[in-house]
């Protein structure tokens, strides 16, 4: 993806016969029209003259520069191996001789492209990193374009197409803004690269129109336009359009363009993509016949060569031909990953370092590991089995290593959308032979995998603010990142308000190198080994320490997973885990969308049709367990894709009864992030702060945009702390408080977009300039402090539900920020129930309540209170639900504590009582 190129220079001088050597070595490296003869003999030449180094004939730069016009020539001609040997001698050669270090930079730079050419991404991405500080030192910023296209060849190859993206953005706006591309000239070829590499990013994003344009606005520069037809055909293959793939392979002018591997890999594509398996094999075939006749470098070759072996594995997977399927996959993993030389079917890589195509090794071992599950069926070998589920392992543990390489979560969302339907296939294909043997192990497998695909973004993001901590990462990287985010927040609000597109242009050029500056700040965390080990080896999902955290006989984890048409409910207590329900996906999706319709269109009024559907639901997600579940008070639900939208505590038992009545609730984005620590023991009532804008008619008359809230600040009654009520109540005194604040209460607007989840904001009193918090600027705060945020507001965990990750609300960005507990409202919140709510809470939470238990004791105080009756429909108390971190024993402590209190008053009371009566009436005693 790399593309070479030099600036035209002509150097004619009078010297010695070596001078001169080099002089003429010199102006064929710098021919404007260069060929493999001109390279040849600029290598002879040098060769030459870098045999007799170190000489007196030439200065000591001059020499410097022979090592490193040879290093990239030989990597020009896709000689890898040769440009490191010579690259190195040349970094020794200006460390030996105490020149300048920015001499150091072209070397680093090559090398680091030499080492990706290898397959040696970890190298290149330290040769790179060294080039990039040694930048900073020069005045001469020629290189700069280039060296941001290799950081996003890095991150493109990797899978982290979003921060690719931002890499060959910027490598071209630098190209542009230092030359004109002319007709001939070497910015043009480059920004025709960095241009090509930026489409193919957004391809990979699926963001199929964009990609489309970048390739157009390419093909206008005449450069080379059988280049951009391939690219546009497998744009077309990946936008599933084969017609329109085979016509931009038939623009192709060149025919040994035509015929190239990548090209015939496309038709090969197409062949697919159109179900016909025989003409792809038989295409596929021909290609390995004339692999030797590819003119092209050896890691691409083997690159291409994979693309083919997994394309034939495709092809006999679709013929059922699952033995020959697994071994073309396996032959795919061989020439993606380098350094795996094993040819026996049963082997994996071990996932430890970048190779070209990550994701393709992981389509791979995925469709490895499908192909031989089906084998295992078909010949009823258990060792298959075990070789397929050990492949899934591989596959989810490469996961686990990228995700924890990428630096935002954008690209990590992505990422969970991608390969969801490879742990969807391997928790059913788990479940399917659990239910064939019985065996505990595949039950307990399925049950981790399903939990390991959940909210992965939210967990990384939680367990590095946890490890950045302690980390050693000096104060001053620590504050620089701060700087960035709040100048990356500030920004994007600029763009939301200005209105001239020019400016925008201008903001969002702002905005991508915030984010490529962030990008290298975090790369250089990872040299701190601490912080990258401890990422690395964090304990993954662990059924034991599930376990230890559930009290018997009082807690139960209720975990759901939905894998293609089929939803599976996990039941686990202190005890053991097990599959109670096996519900089909889209009658429980419908059921519980007609939930949702009507309690929003009844709003509290009709409760026939409601009751109706949640005795349906009930029957389909706990009617075969509840006769075991009823003996548990306390639940951690544990929800996937819709269910997320769905207030169990409204659900009807058989006996008539809401399970609120009986039961606390407590929901979890995944099971991962129960076994974080959780910081419930800063609980501290005097640090609680609350804020509520709109309860008086000073901030009413700021703005009429947003109504009245009158029952909000008696929300916070019973809270201790600092409270911030109508014009008081700013979004500056938020982010001044809220750091070390352990319980957040806003009692406020809300505004969800489930369509743009970033948009989404929570709004505080219009007296400050900048009144909305927006959903974008929460990921960038620290609440690890903060033991609870109570919102009150309006539909702050509504929003849009991704596959992998769950739901992305105002919610989970208190919980990204570091909150382990969050209470947050589902639908439209009404503001005399949720004051309500609130005091009953905390007066329920001053009594020792664990938080869910506190939200529970409220919600049944409400329907029993006969004055608040005409709120006593699910449409006013369901909306609110708990989000957090708490199991059982967490608050004992504080239960026993308060018992010990309370048996101590009663005795105090008897014996002033007893002294009191013994004074009056000694003969009593």
């Not at 490296?29 to 030459?48: K, M, V």
């Not at 964009?210 to 336009?225: G, P, T």
């Not at 984890?557 to 996906?585: G, H, M, P, Q």
């Not at 402090?785 to 609300?809: P, Q, R, W, Y």
Request: glycine share 4%; net charge negative; hydrophobic share 40%.
């Amino acid at each position: 993806m790399c593309c070479y190129y030099f600036p035209s220079l002509l150097l004619l001088g009078q010297g010695s016969e070596l001078e001169v050597k080099y002089e003429t070595a010199l102006n064929y490296f710098y021919t404007e029209f260069p060929t493999d003869q001109s390279d040849s003999t600029a290598i002879q030449l040098l060769e030459e003259i870098k045999a007799q180094i170190p000489t007196d004939a030439l200065p000591l730069s001059q020499s410097a520069d022979v090592f490193d016009k040879l290093g990239t020539l030989y990597l020009i001609q896709g000689k890898p191996e040769n440009s490191i040997d010579v690259l190195r001698q040349g970094l020794t050669f200006i460390s030996r001789n105490n020149l300048n270090d920015t001499l150091k930079f072209s070397p680093a730079l090559y090398l680091g492209e030499s080492f990706f050419l290898l397959n040696q991404a970890d190298s290149s991405i330290l040769y790179l990193n060294q080039a990039e500080e040694i930048l900073k030192k020069k005045t001469n910023k020629q290189e700069t374009g280039r060296l941001y296209n290799s950081l996003g060849v890095i991150y493109y190859e990797s899978g982290n197409y979003t921060q690719a993206i931002n890499y060959f953005s910027k490598a071209r706006s630098i190209i542009t803004q230092k030359a004109k591309p002319g007709p001939a000239s070497a910015a043009r070829y480059a920004v025709f690269s960095f241009q090509t590499n930026e489409a193919a990013a957004w391809a990979n994003l699926k963001e199929f129109d964009k990609a489309e344009a970048l390739y157009l606005e390419a093909l206008s520069l005449n450069i080379d336009k059988d280049e951009i037809f391939s690219k546009l055909a497998s744009l077309s293959i990946k936008s599933q359009k084969p017609d329109s793939a085979l016509y931009y392979l038939n623009s192709i002018t060149d025919p040994t363009n035509k015929q190239s591997l990548p090209n015939q890999n496309l038709r090969a594509e197409i062949h697919l993509l159109n179900m016909e398996p025989d003409k792809a094999l038989k295409l596929i075939v021909s290609n390995f016949e004339e692999k030797d006749n590819y003119q092209t470098k050896p890691a691409a070759l083997n690159y291409h060569l994979g693309k083919s072996y997994q394309l034939l594995g495709k092809s006999w997977l679709l013929k059922e031909e699952y033995q020959k399927a697994a071994e073309g996959f396996h032959k795919a993993i061989l020439n993606f990953d380098g350094s795996f030389t094993e040819t026996d079917i049963r082997k994996n890589p071990y996932p430890g370092n970048i190779n070209w195509g990550m994701t393709d090794i992981f389509e791979s071992l995925s469709l490895k590991a499908k192909s031989l599950l089906a084998l295992a069926k078909e010949k009823e070998k258990d060792q298959l089995f075990q070789v397929a589920f050990d492949t899934y392992q591989v596959a989810f543990d490469l996961l686990f290593y990228l995700n924890n390489l990428y630096d935002n979560q954008e690209a990590r969302i992505f990422l969970g959308e991608s390969i969801r339907k490879a742990y969807e296939d391997a928790v059913s294909a788990s479940i399917d032979l659990y239910l064939a043997t019985n065996d505990e192990a595949h039950l307990i497998r399925g049950f981790l995998w399903a939990e390991e695909s959940k909210a992965t973004a939210l967990e990384l993001a939680r367990n590095e603010g946890k490890i950045k901590e302690n980390a050693d990462i000096p104060q001053e990287l620590l504050q620089k990142e701060k700087v960035l985010k709040f100048q990356l927040t500030r920004t994007n609000q600029k763009i939301r308000e200005v209105q001239d597109p020019d400016n925008v242009d201008d903001l969002e050029i702002q905005v991508r190198d915030s984010k490529l500056a962030l990008s290298r700040l975090y790369a250089s965390y990872n040299g701190f080994s601490s912080y990258f080990e401890k990422k690395i080896n964090t304990e993954r999902i662990n059924i034991n320490s599930l376990q230890a955290n559930l009290k018997a006989g009082r807690q139960v984890l209720l975990s759901y997973f939905v894998a293609n048409d089929t939803v599976f409910c996990f039941v686990l207590n202190k005890d053991r885990l097990y599959l109670s329900e096996i519900i089909e996906k889209d009658s429980l999706f419908n059921l519980i969308r007609s939930i949702n319709k009507e309690l929003v269109t009844s709003k509290g009024n009709s409760r026939r049709t409601l009751e109706d559907i949640s005795v349906r639901a009930f029957d389909q997600m706990l009617g075969q367990s509840y006769p075991d579940l009823e003996n548990y008070s306390n639940w951690v639900i544990l929800p996937d894709q819709e269910l997320v939208h769905l207030p169990f505590e409204m659900l009807v038992n058989p006996k008539g009864e809401h399970l609120v009545k009986n039961h606390s609730i407590t929901y979890q984005y995944s099971g991962k992030l129960l076994q974080l620590d959780s910081f419930e023991n800063r609980f501290n009532k005097n640090s609680a702060i609350g804020f509520a804008p709109f309860t008086a008619i000073d901030s009413l008359l700021e703005s009429s945009e947003f109504d009245l809230l009158p029952n909000a600040a008696s929300e916070m009654e019973l809270l201790e702390g600092r409270v911030f009520l109508g014009n008081a109540a700013t979004k500056q005194q938020f982010l001044e408080h809220s750091t070390n604040a352990s319980i957040i209460h806003l009692a406020t607007h809300a505004l969800s977009t489930p369509d743009s989840p970033d948009e989404g904001f929570i709004v505080f009193s219009t007296a400050g300039e900048n009144h909305l918090l927006f959903a974008e600027e929460l990921y960038q705060l620290n609440l690890q402090n903060a033991s609870l945020v109570f919102l009150s507001a309006c539909d702050t965990h509504k929003g849009e539900v991704m596959n992998g990750e769950g739901l992305i609300s105002l919610s989970r960005g208190f919980a990204y920020a570091g909150c382990d507990n969050i209470i947050s409202s589902i639908w439209k919140a009404n503001d005399k129930v949720t004051a309500y709510l609130s005091r009953v809470f905390y007066k329920k939470l001053n009594m020792g309540y664990s938080y869910p238990e506190a939200l529970q004791g409220a919600k049944k105080e409400l329907l029993n209170d006969p004055d608040m009756a005409q709120y006593h429909h699910p449409y006013y108390w369901a909306n609110m639900v708990f989000i957090g971190n708490t199991f059982e024993d967490t608050f004992i402590q504080a239960k026993f504590s308060v018992f010990w209190f309370m048996i101590l008053v009663v005795m105090a009371t008897s014996l002033i009582y007893y002294w009191k009566k013994k004074r009056v009436d000694p003969t009593l005693f």
